[in-house]
Structure formats: structure tokens, C-alpha cells
């Protein structure tokens, strides 16, 4: 079975581990992962969501924080700091370092972005196949007020998401560049010969969202021959982890988990999953077109996690298009 899943950070790598212990030996599993949260700093391009994928299923990664890489050091960091060389609001550890340096130099070589995944990803071995949404370059970018009273100014999203945790509203979520980005190559055939799409709980604005935003891509989706099932990121009216909520607010998207399942609407989904918390929320979704499930979606272990890897499955085969 092929299986092409949509994936942002942590909670869509938390999601491809369970699912690749849930699937058959000779499935094949093939991540679309979102670059609009890139950012370039010290002269290096740095890819979190496709570094959070790569070192979660390939076994690198800081697993408390979910991002990162696990037995870190801070040289590099604080040496930068030593030289008053900002910004020092996103850590970058040394061994994480390293896959940026990389990276930027195989790019400075010519190579596409999915050409240099997939390098990384021959060290790594993730276990699926992890195409960048587009090898051009996307960055999102949030609107927030000004200090000081001055108008809206528009920050990087890490900079909106780790220096102000999210902690201003944002008037708008804007993918730089989405506009002129293609599908990377690889992306429209997975696809088209998907047996079955799936929408991990990733951020469906800033995750999901800048994914569907490049041109092509959702109509990929929507003309799929293959089932789409979703599960929410939204748990009792909040998201299970990270700040969902504020981003959702920017695009006039409730946080609730039937609300999450109506903003993709029916012509992407065909099937939605939603907590037990949430089983009053099934007739809602349902109403919009999408059959809908309550099943737990706490991520709280990996046989849990395969458990709704499970069940995603089962209902893309009950709604299979
Ligand atoms: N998140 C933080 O909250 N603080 C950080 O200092 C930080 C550094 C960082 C470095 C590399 C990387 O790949 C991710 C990093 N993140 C950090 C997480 C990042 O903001 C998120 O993983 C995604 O952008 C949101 O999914």
C-alpha cells in the first residue's frame, strides 16, 4: 500500500512513528513535509519541519523538546553570542549545526532541496521517503502589531513562534512565496498514485496549510483517487501540544476538532478522526460531508500512536473514494 502523508513538525513525526509500526511490511510510506517554516540565519538555510521528521523516525532527535538533536552541545551558540552575533532567541546546536552546514553547501553546489533530503536522509534512514512540499523557497510569515503603536509589521514565523511564543495575535499567516513555489519533484505523482493520503495532527494553518498553499498541490489532493482521512490536532478545544489555537484565530478558525475538519472541508476530506473528548463533534462533521470517527488521539506511547495510525487506515479503507 502507498501510502503519502502531509506532515509538519512534532506532531506529524510523533504521528510517522506510529504509523510506520502500524503499517505492512511492503507499504511504502512518502512524507510531503512543509518548508515554510525555513529560516536562514548565520548564513546557513535551516529546514525544522524536515529536520524534525528526519531525526524523529531516523532516531536523532531531543525527544522532550521535539525538535532539535538528542545529546546536544552549545559551542557554536554561545560563541555567536560571545561575538553580540544575534539572533540568540533560536537554538542551534552544535550536531544540528552540522546538518545545516550541509545542507547550505549542497545547495550552494546547485543541488534542489529534495535532492539534499534526500543526502541527509541516506545517513539518517527515517524509513519513508521525505520530499520538501517545493524545492523553491517558501517562508511564512505572520502579521502582528507594531510596537510602540506604529502599524502591522509581518516577522518570520520563528520568530512569532519561538521569541514571542505566539504570544501577540496574528492578523495574518502569509507563505512567502507560495505564490511562484512548485511541487517539488516526486510530489504530484505520490499523489496521484496514492492508495491512501493522510493528515497527521500537524498545525493546520502554518503546517497542513503552507503545504496545500503551493500551487497544485491541493487539487492534487482534492482530485486524488485516494481516500484522505485527517486526524485532529485539536483535542477538547485545544491543541494536544504547540499553539494552534493562536494561528487558527488568524484565519477565523475555531479551535474546535469539528471546526478544524470543515476549514479543509469536504472536497480534501474524506474522513476525519476526533478524540473521545470530542464525540459530540461527530455529528457536526458528518453534516459537512466527512465521516467521522471518535477514537482516543492522545499520542501518549507509540503503540498508542499506531493504535490511531490503526484506525486512520481503517477508516480510509471504509471511505475509499
Ligand atoms: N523551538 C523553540 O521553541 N526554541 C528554539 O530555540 C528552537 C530552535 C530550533 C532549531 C532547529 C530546529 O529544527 C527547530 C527549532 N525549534 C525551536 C522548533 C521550531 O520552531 C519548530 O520545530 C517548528 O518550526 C514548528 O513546527
Redesign the pocket.
Known amino acids: 500500500m502507498r501510502i503519502v502523508v502531509l506532515a ?3 506532531g506529524g513525526a510523533r504521528f510517522l512513528r506510529g504509523l510506520k509500526a502500524a503499517v505492512a511490511p511492503g507499504d511504502e510510506i512518502t512524507v510531503i513535509g512543509n518548508t515554510g ?1 525555513d529560516i536562514h540565519l548565520f548564513g546557513l538555510k ?4 524536515l ?2 521528521v528526519m531525526y524523529t523516525l531516523g532516531g536523532g532527535i531531543n525527544e522532550e ?4 538533536r538528542a545529546a546536544e552541545t552549545w559551542s557554536v551558540k554561545e560563541e555567536m553570542k560571545a561575538y553580540g552575533v544575534g539572533p540568540d ?5 552544535d550536531r ?1 549545526v552540522a546538518t545545516h552546514v550541509v545542507r547550505t553547501q549542497m545547495l550552494g553546489a546547485g543541488y534542489p532541496l529534495s535532492a539534499v533530503t534526500e543526502a541527509l536522509c541516506a545517513r539518517w534512514q527515517p524509513g519513508v521517503r521525505l520530499i520538501p512540499m517545493s524545492d523553491d523557497r517558501v517562508e511564512t510569515h505572520i502579521l502582528i502589531d507594531g510596537e510602540g503603536g506604529e502599524g502591522r509589521r509581518a516577522v518570520h ?2 520568530e512569532y ?2 521569541r514571542l511564543h505566539a504570544g501577540v495575535p496574528a492578523h495574518a499567516i502569509v507563505p512567502v512565496g507560495a505564490e511562484d513555489a512548485k511541487p517539488a519533484p516526486g510530489v504530484l505523482e505520490a499523489l496521484a498514485e496514492a492508495d491512501v493520503i493522510l493528515f497527521p495532527p500537524s ?1 493546520p494553518v ?2 497542513i496549510g503552507t503545504i496545500l498553499s503551493v500551487p497544485g498541490i491541493r487539487a492534487a489532493v482534492a482530485g486524488a483517487a485516494a481516500p484522505v482521512v485527517g486526524l485532529s490536532p485539536i483535542v477538547g478545544g485545544a491543541p494536544v501540544r ?1 499553539m494552534a489555537d493562536k494561528v487558527l484565530a488568524a484565519v477565523g478558525v475555531e479551535s474546535t476538532a469539528d471546526a478544524v475538519a470543515r476549514h479543509y472541508g469536504a472536497e480534501l476530506l474524506d474522513g476525519w478522526l476526533v478524540d473521545t473528548a470530542d464525540a459530540g463533534a461527530v455529528a457536526a462533521v458528518e453534516a459537512a460531508g466527512i465521516t467521522c470517527r471518535a477514537v482516543p488521539l492522545l499520542m501518549t506511547d507509540p503503540a498508542a500512536t499506531a493504535a490511531m495510525a490503526r484506525t486512520a487506515l481503517a477508516l480510509a479503507a471504509e471511505v475509499r473514494r
Do not use: E
Not at 65 to 68: D, I, K, N, P
Not at 89 to 93: M, Q, S, Y
Open positions: 509538519g513538525g512534532i517554516d535551516v529546514c525544522p519541519d529536520d524534525t523538546q521535539g525538535w532539535g532567541w533560536f537554538g542551534l546546536g544540528d514565523f520563528q513562534w519561538v498545525n502554518v503546517s504547540g
